[in-house]
């Protein structure tokens, strides 16, 4: 795994995900954006030695992503992590359905998932639903269930989170541990993630906390599932 603190984005791979996935607004603006004129993103991975080379048009990944994926028998409901190597090279981490790393045998790319307990660094090993509900909009605060605290990606020492939507947009939010009710809770920014969202009252989102309890975690919404 590489380095963690490491820039990166998550992506869940949502339908139709072959023909390109689009670089959080974020990550472009601070990482790629004005940084360099290469238009081409050389991906890596712990599969094979192979280095792929996919083609930048905007803030989208084209051409050779569908190689990728295909080689790494990528489905939809899956989730990748990019962690920029320098000189646009890229680390891909896949992770599948039941949030365990995907392990690769080698040397014809054979994909299995890990057992939870043999997942390094990045843990996606806690998922809650959530309610938008008329006071945490009116507060901006949402609190995590009391389960949060056993998430290793957590710690009290942590003062942001990242809220990631199913299209790898991300909210930087506050993060607070409150020792009187004794849970996490979210807020000066769960408003703003739901008014961009479009979010009404009674909207539910299924998220996973991933994070290495080191470095900032993420709360992604979980891509919704096909029957």
């Known amino acids: 795994m590489p380095n963690s603190h490491k820039p990166h984005f998550l992506k869940p791979l949502l339908p139709d995900f072959h023909s390109g996935v689009t670089i959080p607004l974020g990550f472009f603006s601070q990482h790629i954006e004005g940084k360099t004129n290469r238009k081409t993103w050389k991906l890596r991975s712990d599969a094979t030695d192979q280095t792929w080379e996919v083609i930048q048009e905007g803030r989208r990944l084209t051409g050779g992503w569908k190689d990728f994926t295909t080689a790494h028998d990528l489905q939809i409901g899956d989730i990748v992590i990019f962690k920029h190597e320098g000189d646009m090279v890229f680390h891909v981490t896949p992770f599948g359905p039941s949030c365990c790393e995907i392990q690769y045998t080698h040397p014809h790319i054979i994909k299995e ?39 290793t990606a957590l710690n009290k020492q ?28 979210i807020r000066r920014g769960w408003r703003k993630f739901c008014r961009a969202n479009r979010c009404a009252i009674g909207d539910l989102f299924v998220f996973n906390v991933v994070g290495d309890g080191k470095t900032t975690p993420l709360m992604c919404v979980c891509p919704e599932r096909e029957e």
């Open 158 to 185: 942590c003062q942001e989170i990242i809220l990631v939507n199913k299209e790898g947009n991300s909210w930087t939010v506050s993060l607070r541990f409150s020792e009187a009710d004794g849970m996490y809770y």
């Open 113 to 151: 998932e890990a057992d939870a307990d043999d997942v390094p660094s990045f843990s996606f090993d806690y998922c809650f639903q959530a309610e938008v509900i008329a006071s945490n909009l009116k507060e901006d605060k949402l609190y995590l269930p009391e389960g949060a605290t056993t998430c």
